[in-house]
């Protein structure tokens, strides 16, 4: 994600929304909506019982992401996303579930503005980026 303009100063996108507490609450409730919504029955299914651990990471992921403090790649190198999500094989239906549970949650934690609509754009292409599934288009082909 770039910058954000704001008067003359520039402002990360992380620090727009409001820092790693609109952060932590996006991710524990994408998490939630992913627990809970049937349309995310098998992307739920493709993770780990416990979801406590891959929370943690997706706060730190999402964090650098937008231009907060980089603890992800510090603890776990380059996040080379798409090769970390070649062991599941996520489709087109994957995608749209895991991007339901996602805007769900940025919905309810980041203000209507453009900003927000930007990371929004962001991480549909990003999450489309993640298909994997043979028999279907590749990413980027809509
Ligand atoms: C498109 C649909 C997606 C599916 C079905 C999916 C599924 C998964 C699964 C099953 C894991 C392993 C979880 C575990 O260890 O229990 C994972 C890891 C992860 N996913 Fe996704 N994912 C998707 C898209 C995304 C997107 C768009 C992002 C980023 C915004 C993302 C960020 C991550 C991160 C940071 C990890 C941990 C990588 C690491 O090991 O460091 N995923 N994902």
Redesign the pocket.
């Known amino acids: 994600m770039s910058d954000t303009e704001q008067g003359d100063e520039q402002v990360t996108a992380f620090e727009y929304i409001g820092g790693q507490p609109t952060i932590d609450a996006i991710v524990d409730d994408f998490y939630r909506n992913m627990d809970s919504l049937p349309e995310a029955r098998d992307?739920r299914a493709?993770?780990?019982a416990d979801?406590a651990?891959?929370n943690l990471?997706?706060k730190k992921?999402?964090a650098e992401?937008l231009g907060g403090p980089k603890n992800?790649s510090t603890e776990?190198g380059h996040?080379m996303?798409r090769a970390?999500?070649l062991p599941?094989p996520?489709g087109i239906a994957?995608?749209d579930?895991?991007?339901l549970c996602m805007n769900r949650a940025l919905d309810a934690h980041v203000a209507a503005d453009p900003v927000r609509e930007n990371i929004r754009e962001a991480?549909t292409k990003?999450?489309d980026w993640?298909?994997n599934k043979k028999g279907e288009p590749p990413p980027g082909s809509g």
Do not use: K
Request: overall charge positive; aromatic content about 16%; hydrophobic content about 65%.
């Open positions: 992307i493709m993770h780990a979801l651990p891959i990471v997706l992921y999402l992401w992800y776990r996040p996303l970390r999500h599941f996520i994957d995608r579930a895991w991007l991480i990003l999450a993640m298909r």
